[in-house]
């Protein structure tokens, strides 16, 4: 997709590729973003119907790929890291173009979507029809949970507000449609918020993962603490 806000600066080392999940944009990576420029090159961008980027008349985990292939053709072998629904993002760009990649840090992340369970199907249709603004605000704030701080409560609903509301259901429902997870042979790193990982679809359950866990902090681990994570990235992306 054409049009698409991208923030792309600094030089050395492997480049990072910063994907944010559902509902977000990538001021949800500032932190890591000034961190990792320090020495490397970084690109994040806003992905369609999220933040500054255009809204769109498809929203899919497929359509999603495509947009990162066409934004990432500049660069050389890069990391991709990418949080919560984007883990299906980068695995479905790693089965496709594993050549172009070093390796992936998935950030509380799914991993494999594929063949859900006939009643988690229902649940995202009927807890998506009809999605409103007000309802969607409500969503949010129950998955932010007693332990985002202030300052994150305040960034992820101000960036969910800004979603194209269609992409909302359209993209979960297209998380259920993606084919099985293939083998992605480089480094693959989950960093994961403790207790969060119980869910048999996250990424940290795909074979050959390693796994580093953050305590104290909600679904956005990268907002709650930066230094912790910052940390966590930095000894994934050695």
């Not at 984007?86 to 594929?114: I, K, M, P």
């Not at 969607?136 to 949970?145: F, P, S, T, V």
């Not at 403790?194 to 074979?207: T, V, Y």
């Not at 956005?220 to 930095?234: E, I, Q, S, V």
């Amino acid at each position: 997709m054409k049009g698409l806000h991208v923030d792309d600066g600094g030089v050395g080392g492997l480049p990072v590729v910063l994907h944010h999940g559902l509902g977000a944009d990538l001021e949800v990576w500032r932190e890591q973003i000034g961190h990792l420029r320090r020495s490397r090159r970084v690109l994040a961008f806003d992905v369609r119907g999220h933040g500054r980027s255009p809204r769109a008349s498809e929203y899919s985990v497929a359509a999603l790929v495509t947009d990162l292939e066409e934004v990432t053709a500049g660069l050389p072998r890069f990391w991709l890291v990418g949080h919560s629904l984007a883990g299906v993002v980068l695995t479905g760009f790693a089965g496709r173009r594993q050549e172009r990649l070093h390796g992936l840090v998935y950030v509380d992340a799914l991993g494999d979507s594929s063949n859900p369970a006939p009643e988690i199907r229902e649940y995202f249709r009927a807890h998506d029809a009809g999605m409103t603004p007000e309802r969607l605000q409500e969503a949010y704030r129950e998955m932010l949970g007693p332990l985002a701080r202030p300052q994150t409560r305040r960034l992820v609903l101000q960036s969910v507000a800004r979603m194209d509301l269609p992409a909302f259901a359209s993209l979960r429902a297209s998380v259920l449609e993606v084919a099985p997870a293939r083998s992605f042979a480089g480094p693959k790193f989950a960093i994961d918020a403790e207790g969060n990982d119980d869910n048999p679809r996250m990424a940290s359950r795909l074979p050959g993962v390693k796994q580093r866990k953050i305590s104290g902090v909600s679904h956005w681990l990268m907002l709650d603490d930066p230094p912790a994570f910052n940390a966590a990235l930095d000894e994934a992306l050695q």
